[in-house]
């Protein structure tokens, strides 16, 4: 090592320990000043005592021989160094004993041939007039043919120990192998090993008390020139010489001739005592052992004073266990102040709690024991410190301040408890302490259990505080009958209790063994000196106040009462008080909506019904608390006059025994209100439904109106009645254009165009969108309706439009069922339909309705348009049967036809539309799609019309031409003849020209009739093959015109005055001749002969 380099010398010790592979336990030496060069050095300290293995404390290289204590046989001493035994009997083996043999020393022994073993020792008793050991070298067995004064010799190799030191009452013998022995043939013995008896006086005080003395023996052999009789060895007791009291003789100390290599280290017993009974003069020693060297050399005189004067090591203070027993509250004394109930319940203040002091249980020996040979009565005392908390109680210092850390110095050793409330028995609750040296400050040896017990004290009832939230209900027991609640820590059991303070609103009564029947009242009358009213753990209460004036709930009042209880030990609890609210135990009970129905705008029954639930079950009647929303409520006795909020229905309802059975008032709707049936005729919900109607009543006493229940709600179910459809329509007609085919393909090119999608349509002057059809029906769509539109002619067609088309529906009942029992089936698909019947909502009526389009191709016609609804059930009247009406909630009495009329006229073509019908068809019959028959009639017409125009002109014309050729034979003739023969002759002619005129005009009839003929065939073939309108109207123009042609035909020219009325004339399209003062007939025969 190096010393001017700590770390060096630091590094090289960790070296070594490395390489040694284990760092061995080295007890420094605790005492100071002794001599040095111990072979053997037991401190006994208190840590390694406690571990039950004492190591060899010698400095230097010495042999590393442990000591094992038995610790059943052998203990500790508090406050000292050292080991102690009390055990006197006989047991297996030594008290303490090395673990290996002491060959090793033996062998230090062998080369001085000196030897000193010195002890510090403390005997218990001295007066068992028994031999006791107290240091042996032995064998670990014996021959049991030996005697224990038998002693080894190494000549034979018998005996079983080779030195030994023992007590005999107050003295002490010292014997060890060496004397050349001989047995006895007579005992088959061995003669005894020397024994130097008496040796020793022990040490004793004034008071004749056995106290701790230092021993110590040299064993040598003597000088050259000297005598082993001159006392080579010595013996001293307290560092002084006392070998001259010994008969010491000529032994030498030779080892190597008569110690054993493989006996032990034995202390206070050896295994012979285990073979030896203790009627055989031995036992164990009892006694405390601090300190035990061997050297291997002759201490001096002087080496032995300064071993005693050096004492023992610094002993560490230690801790002895104590349980502590304090009572259940742990207040200082059992009763005082927690006499008074008020206090248990709740933790004691630290002021009150008992303290207990430690300092007894603290031990060094250093400061407290006189006779200890370290003994200093001036030194600082240990202190005592908190280890561990305790694991449920409270710990504090005796000032009150509560530790709540360990290694807490407890002040002046004294403490204060508080267990958990109410816990008591055994072992409830533990801490830990430990010491410190006072001079040194080292800690003693592990930590100190402290066992808290805790004396049971008989605590009285804790009451419990009661809000109660069931309420009371007048007159009902179940709800009106309470238990003095509350607990007892002792599990003593609850016995009673007592009334401390009445109800202000009612009375207590005695509850019967039945737990159910009202018994005695409670009265102050009976009240103790304490002025409590001693109960069992059940009342009875009954409300006695006002129920006159019940809260919107029911409530009535608070009230309460104050009680305690008491145990088997009679002992009072503090008070506690119980309270409760207070309500009517009147109750409406309204009954299921379902269980009465009432009819849509007619006066139905409504039953009420309530419930007194005390056991007076006293006649009720019913206050209305709030209307229905949707219609009247009415007493039976005046069913005219509405019952207002407030009202009281006249008739009682009495109990029969088992339950009240009701009352009967009357409710009737307002017009058209139902909330039954719920859904539509598709199960979806219904249109605009209502929640089920309700008004809400209370029920009151019969004799005491005032006292009334909680309102409750009673809900009505009003049942839907079918009504009927209300359907109106436009007044007056409707003129429209005709439409002829020409403008029809025109429009629905146009529409085409300008919507560009061909399910849009456009109206024009020919096409009557009906906009004012208005439906209404109020059964919220619950049953759908037979809706059905035609006219009575079937000239026009009609459209629904297309945006609301698919809420109308014509497939459902397109073929009759036979199953339902309708034989009507719907008609048309809502596109120009002469005739369309069909199903739909109610409520969908009027977008169907409103906007559609009519169009009619016979101009100047009149014709109605019908729109029937069928509202109801009846296959024969048109409605749907009662089969196909798949809600069942609805009341329908028959079926119900509203119908509207509308009137149309249809005047001529459109002048303003008319085209050419080759630019739109390319030829008349394409456009106009007739049948040929008709349109053969018509180019037969027509041809009729042209030749009959044809044979009149060249008629005219020829005889025009003889006229004229005439006059001028006539002129010619007048110029020769006299002029009144010319003018006579003119007259003639002109008399013979409108006879000529009217000749041809018979002619042209002829032909018209014929015409005429051919156009009526046409018109009739048009009606029979169905074409309907278009073809007719255009068959019975030509018709007209052939009629027209026949009536004028031959009529003759009148007047001779003409006007040329333009083509552009608003009167007039066509330019034709008109004759003034002439006749209609006599204009068209003029058109006709007009060249």
Partial sequence: TDGRDPLATMQALLLLTLCLGVLPEVVRAGRSGATTGEVLLYEFAQSQCAAGEFTNGAAGSQPALTLTRDTSLTSCIPGAVGVSSSETTSHVGPNVRSAATWSEVLDKLKISNEMTIEMWIKPLDASSGLKEEIFTIAS???????????????????????????????????????????????????????????????????????????????????????????????????????????????????????????????????????????????RPWPGNLYLFAMYDKVLTPSEVAANYNAKLGNSLPTVTAKTITINEEAEVSSGGHY???????????????????????????????????????????????????????????????????????????????????????ASVDTFQVYAKDGTTSEPSVGLTTITINVTAVNDPPIPTNEVREAAVLVGVLTTSIFDLAGTDVDDVGLTGGYISAFPAHGELYAIESDGTTFGAQYTSATADSDGDVQVGLKVGYKFTGDES????????????????????????????????????????????????????????????????????NRNLRYRIDSLPSHGQLFDPVDTTTPLAIGDIV?????????????????????????????????????????????FTYNAVVASATSAKSLPATQQIKVVNVNDETELTGPSGEIAIYALNAPQRAARTEFCAIEANAENVRCTTNEVAQITSVYANEVDKDVDRVVVH????????????????????????????????????TCKGDGSSDAEMKFLAQPSDLNRLLHGFEYENFVQNSWENITIVVYDGIGNDEGCQPEAEHTNAGSIRSGCFITNVTITMRVTEYDPESVTDPTDVCGWLPNCMQLPYQVMLGMFG????????????????????????????????????????????????????????????????????SKGLGMAEGGLSKAKKTGLGGPAV???????????????????????????????????????????SGMSEKDEEVAKLSDP
């Avoid at 709707?669 to 539509?680: K, S």
């Avoid at 459209?799 to 609301?804: F, R, T």
């Avoid at 001779?1056 to 552009?1064: A, D, M, V, Y």
Wanted: negative net charge; hydrophobic residues 30%.
């Fill in 789 to 824: 539109i035609y006219t009575d002619k079937q000239n026009g067609r009609f459209s629904l439009n297309n945006d609301v088309l698919g809420l109308a529906d014509f497939v459902s009942c397109n073929i009759p069922k036979i199953a339902t029992g309708r034989t009507w």
């Fill in 339 to 425: 006499s008074t109930p008020d206090w248990y319940g709740s933790a004691p203040p630290v002021s009150d709690l008992a303290s207990f002091d430690l300092t007894s249980q603290v031990k060094d020996a250093d400061v407290d024991t006189v006779d200890y040979p370290n003994y200093d009565g001036s030194a600082a005392a240990p202190t005592l410190w908190v280890g561990s908390l305790p694991g449920f109680g409270n710990l504090y210092q005796n000032d009150g301040t509560e530790i709540t850390a360990t290694d807490t110095q407890i002040v002046s050793n004294t403490l204060k408890f508080r267990p958990v409330l109410n816990s008591n028995g």
């Fill in 140 to 282: 670990e067995s014996y021959e049991s043919n030996w005697v224990a004064d038998s002693c080894s010799t190494h000549d034979t190799g018998n005996g079983w120990y080779d030195l030994k030191v023992e007590q005999k009452d107050s003295k002490l013998l010292v014997k060890w192998a060496g004397q050349a022995v001989t047995k006895s043939s007579a005992t088959n013995q061995p003669e005894a090993c020397k024994d130097y008896s008496p040796i020793i006086n022990i040490p004793k005080d004034g008071d004749d008390n056995l106290i701790p003395f230092h021993f110590a023996m040299t064993f040598g052999q003597a000088a050259a020139g000297e005598v082993a009789s001159q006392g080579v060895q010595k013996v001293y007791i307290n560092g002084a010489d006392v070998a001259g009291e010994f008969d010491i003789s000529d032994q030498n100390f030779t080892p190597n001739d008569s110690f054993h290599a493989d006996y032990h280290l034995d202390f206070f017993s050896s295994e012979f005592l285990h073979h030896t009974p203790v009627t055989d003069n031995f």
């Fill in 941 to 1008: 017409a027509v041809l009729i019309m042209l030749c009959c125009i044809c044979s009149c002109i060249k008629r005219k014309c020829r005889r025009r031409s003889a006229r004229r050729k005439e006059a001028r034979e006539a002129k010619k003739k007048a110029k020769l003849e006299m002029p009144e023969i010319a003018g006579r002759d003119l007259e003639e002619g002109v008399r013979d020209n409108r006879g000529g005129g009217a000749l041809h005009g018979n002619g042209f009839k002829d032909i018209a």
């Fill in 650 to 694: 006249t008739a009682e309802d009495v109990h029969d025994g088992s339950a009240y059975p009701g009352v009967t008032i009357k409710y009737k709707g307002e017009a058209d209100y139902f909330n039954y049936p719920t859904v539509m005729y598709n199960t979806s919900t219904v249109n605009g439904g209502s929640a089920l109607e309700s």
């Fill in 1033 to 1075: 109207g255009i068959a019975l123009k030509g018709v007209k015109m052939a009629e027209k042609k026949l009536n004028s035909g031959g009529a003759a020219r009148r007047g001779s005055k003409e006007t040329l009325i333009p083509s552009n004339s608003p009167s007039k399209k066509n330019p034709i001749r008109q004759q």
């Fill in 549 to 616: 004036a019940p809260s919107a709930t029911g409530f009535l009042t608070n009230d309460q009462f104050t009680f305690k209880l008491y145990d088997a030990a009679t002992t009072k609890s503090k008070t506690a008080t119980t309270s409760f609210e207070v309500f009517t135990s009147l109750e409406a009970t309204p009954v299921s909506a379902d269980t009465f129905s009432c009819t849509e705008e007619e006066l139905s029954d409504v039953v009420l019904k309530g419930n007194d639930q005390s056991t007076e």
